[in-house]
């Protein structure tokens, strides 16, 4: 019944927009439609396509044929075509320069003379390639192109030039309309790396997607730019997570800054996909609303997100994040702040992404703010997603023009200094008001303040003595040593760039001295960086309940001045990766390399078993695999660390986050984490160890760019001593290396639940290692099949092998035959956060 009435309450809305169509219909100036192929004009809706006998352009070539078919299933203008066998083109008058859409019509019909399936052709304009090699066969039903393209000369050419010698081209209807030139904004964001893109509003764009979320079909004749927008429905991943909303009243363009109905008309303003609120308060429920696309890998878009806060009834109620594909776009956005503080309010955010090669699926999803206090809920009212011809690299328009300009470009640019300095002035009043006042709604960002566990702040005691001191806050939680950053400062010469030993998404990795020779490595945080406070609390929380000697030791941590800095062990022998390539390193042996897998095994192992709930690591890859001076392998940076279900739940809700290369499929599909996840990233962490080359590199032929599938098509053809790093290729034994290859096979399972879990990774490992000895009585079988029951030196790792700490005082020092590396964490950047 709830359905049947929200049915009808859109079909109203929808007539109600109609008219209002009707009554603010854009005029454009340029507005040339054309029934190619026919002789006679064809009325769709309220527009007319006109014969293409028409003075109004010229139509330039010298051959052309004109065909029809009798099928009436399909609409009037795909029931026409113009046909091409040289190179021609269509000249149109433009009296408007700026921003047109071109819109073609194909489709590839069977006639008595000609098959246009068999077509091939290009399309371009004196500025830009449209369509390259277009094969018709691809237009075997009709097929709708559209371009925004940015217009500078007084005559539009439009050439369609068949590839192929017997080829030819066709066309069965074109649209050249003028639009608003603030349709396009000339800036964008970018998510990775974040920043600003400048240059948009010249950019040739195509449209790949335009969705209506949460509401029903838009047609030309209810949108004053005459677009077509979807519903979203077939592209949600979980419809469980969402609902459609809808809205009666009128949407507030005059309060909006410059949204009007050609950006996007008011019946997309007036529905919306939200967040299922129900689901969403279930206790530690964290989940996001996910749409996923079909897009190119290695190409370039520009997203642009519709929003309308039609679901409050006051104002800041409604904070949410927005997400593109494993990346943070928007944290804890307020439409109440960013539509003028009126509700209903339309409002538009644009971001340019660059797809990776080897990436074909586009998400975007919205999810629960991470601000306290605040109802889980988000919403998206509409989305574009429009193809970009350029590469999509931020990069600034440079101003092109002769000595007479210097002049204008000095005026502006100090006119731009003195406009920021009176901004800063004003921020800085603001923020001291706001200090002051410490009343009134949320803020709408986290700032950089003292770290704190269940609502104390931690006061920073460091500085009173040589090392600093041990902190513990809330229910005995030991943070573990607390230091001044005036000794950080003097450990690491002042942050010196030459004592710089990495760079990760967190920021710098410095070596350091403590006053008592003790060599630590220091992991600053940067403010610009895309993590903050979250990825700090989260490691100071794990590492300091967590002891194993295969996992990292964290020494202590400081917040004064709003830094936030990290304190571990140093790690004499660096990161495994730099050991496998990369760098001059010497050679590991392939014994050598078991061993350090099995330690890794065993860290991980410890992380998912070894608390009352699993602690599911989420950025596992050789680069967070650290070596001591002994080669012993420690697992680090836990800054994206997840606690697993609860017991009565099979995996957790959460955006995608992790390094591309390494993550899980169905994590990345579905959005569900589980320790399994793990598995697969070490899966291919086993795979970097036997090839000792990258996960992800573009420089390589197509079908060896990714080492997970590449290597994957070597072990089901049982040639993966093919593949294997050539310096160690004459080392192996063959029972290690199958039994080595299979249990890879089975961490690389799509489905989770084809994966085993950690501890029977750990079994095989060391099985491989007994194996490549030659020294154990076991026979070659097919061991990971049966994994009935666990070695007793697996059993017991826990009790072993790793030791719970509650306080990080002098007593730390009884851990030396545990903890038996000197550790640093996240040397190299993680690629997918």
Same mark, same amino acid.
């Given at each position: ?494 942050? @010196? *760039?030459?004592?710089?030993?990495? !760079?990760?998404? /967190? #920021?710098?990795?410095?070596? %350091?001295?403590?006053? &008592?020779? $003790? ?108 070596? @001591? *001076?002994?080669?012993?392998?420690? !697992?680090?940076? /836990? #800054?994206?660390?997840?606690? %697993?279900?609860?017991? &009565?739940? $099979? ?108 501890? @029977? ?18 026979? &070659? ?53």
């Amino acid at each position: 019944m709830f359905a049947r009435m929200v049915e009808m309450g859109i079909y109203v809305l929808m007539m109600f927009m109609a008219v209002l169509y009707v009554c603010n219909a854009f005029t454009p100036i340029d507005n040339y439609l054309i029934d190619c192929g026919s002789l006679s004009n064809t009325t769709v809706g309220q527009r007319t396509f006109m014969a293409d006998t028409s003075l109004s352009w010229t139509l330039t070539t010298s051959t052309n044929s004109m065909a029809n078919t009798s099928s009436n299933s399909v609409s009037s203008l795909y029931q026409k075509a113009r046909i091409f066998t040289n190179p021609s083109s269509y000249s149109f008058p433009i009296k408007q320069q700026g921003r047109h859409f071109i819109r073609l019509y194909f489709f590839a019909f069977s006639s008595q003379s000609f098959k246009l399936s068999t077509a091939n052709f290009s399309v371009s304009t004196q500025d830009s390639v449209l369509l390259h090699s277009f094969p018709a066969n691809s237009a075997s039903t009709p097929l709708f192109k559209e371009y925004s393209v940015n217009i500078t000369h007084s005559t539009l050419i439009l050439s369609f030039v068949p590839t192929a010698n017997k080829s030819l081209a066709f066309i069965n209807a074109i649209e050249v309309v003028s639009v608003p030139d603030n349709l396009i904004s000339d800036t964008a964001q970018t998510v990775n790396p974040l920043g600003n893109y400048q240059g948009l509003s010249v950019e040739p764009l195509e449209t790949v997607f335009r969705i209506n979320n949460g509401g029903p079909l838009v047609t030309p004749a209810n949108d004053t730019l005459w677009r077509t927008w979807q519903p979203d429905q077939s592209f949600l991943l979980d419809k469980n997570f969402s609902k459609p909303v809808s809205y009666s009243g009128n949407i507030n363009y005059a309060a909006s800054s410059g949204v009007t109905r050609e950006i996007a008309p008011d019946v997309v303003y007036s529905t919306a996909t939200e967040l299922v609120s129900t689901i969403s308060t279930t206790q530690n429920a964290r989940f996001n609303v996910t749409w996923q696309f079909d897009v190119d890998a290695g190409s370039s878009y520009l997203i642009r997100m519709h929003f309308c806060d039609i679901v409050s009834t006051t104002l800041n109620e409604l904070y949410f994040s927005v997400y593109i594909s494993s990346y943070s776009a928007v944290s804890n956005l307020d439409l109440s702040a960013a539509s003028a503080n009126v509700l209903a309010t339309p409002y538009y955010m644009d971001f340019v992404v660059k797809m990776d090669d080897g990436l074909s699926k586009l998400n975007i999803s919205i999810g629960p703010s991470s601000l306290d206090n605040v109802l889980p809920d988000g919403i998206l009212n509409g989305l574009e997603i429009m193809k970009m011809n350029s590469s999509g690299t931020a990069h600034v328009v440079s101003p092109q023009g002769s000595k007479a300009n210097v002049g204008v470009i000095v005026g502006a640019v100090l006119g731009a200094v003195a406009a920021l300095a009176i901004a800063v002035c004003i921020v800085f009043t603001l923020l001291k008001r706001r200090r002051r006042s410490r009343m009134g709604r949320k803020p709408n960002t986290k700032a950089w303040l003292p770290f704190s566990i269940n609502g104390t702040i931690s006061q920073s005691l460091g500085s009173r003595f040589s090392n600093g001191t041990t902190a513990t806050l809330g229910q005995n939680v030991s943070l573990g040593y607390q230091f001044s950053f005036a000794v950080l400062q003097e450990a690491t010469n002042n942050f @010196d *760039e030459a004592w710089v030993i990495g !760079v990760g998404g /967190f #920021g710098k990795v410095y070596k %350091g001295v403590l006053r &008592d020779e $003790t060599r630590v490595a220091v992991k600053r945080g940067n403010p610009k960086s895309q993590q903050g406070l979250n990825e700090f609390r989260t490691e100071i929380e794990l590492l300091s309940r967590l002891r194993h000697r295969h996992l990292v030791s964290l020494i202590g941590y400081c917040d004064e001045r709003n830094e936030m800095i990290l304190v571990y062990e140093y790690m004499e022998k660096g990161t495994l990766k730099n050991h496998l390539y990369g760098s001059d390193l010497p050679n590991l042996s392939w014994k050598q390399r078991l061993e350090i897998c099995i330690g890794s095994a065993r860290g991980l192992h410890y992380l998912h078993t070894g608390q009352a709930k699993a602690i599911i690591h989420r950025d596992v890859k050789s680069a967070n695999i650290l070596l @001591d *001076e002994n080669l012993m392998a420690k !697992v680090a940076d /836990f #800054g994206l660390s997840k606690t %697993g279900p609860e017991l &009565d739940q $099979t995996h957790v809700s959460t955006a995608v986050k992790g390094s591309f290369g390494y993550l899980d499929p169905e994590y990345f599909r579905r959005q569900q984490l589980t320790e399994k996840s793990d598995v697969y990233s070490f899966g291919v962490v086993l795979l970097e160890v036997l090839c000792a080359r990258p996960v992800i590199d573009p420089t390589l032929p197509r079908e060896m760019v990714n080492l997970a599938e590449w290597a994957m098509k070597f072990q089901r053809r049982g040639e993966l001593d093919q593949i294997i790093d050539p310096r160690i290729a004459g080392t192996i034994r063959p029972g290690s290396l199958r039994k080595f290859g299979e249990t890879v096979e089975k961490c690389l399972a799509d489905c989770g639940v084809d994966r085993p879990g950690m501890g @029977d990774v750990l079994w095989n490992l060391e099985y491989v290692l007994q194996l490549q000895d030659a020294e154990s009585g076991f026979t &070659d079988v097919d061991s990971i099949t049966r994994i009935d029951e666990l070695p007793t030196q697996v059993q017991n790792i826990n009790t072993t092998e790793s030791v719970t700490v509650g306080v990080l005082d002098q007593s730390a020092n009884d851990l030396s035959d545990v903890s038996m590396s000197r550790v640093f964490s996240q040397l190299v950047k993680s690629e997918g956060r």
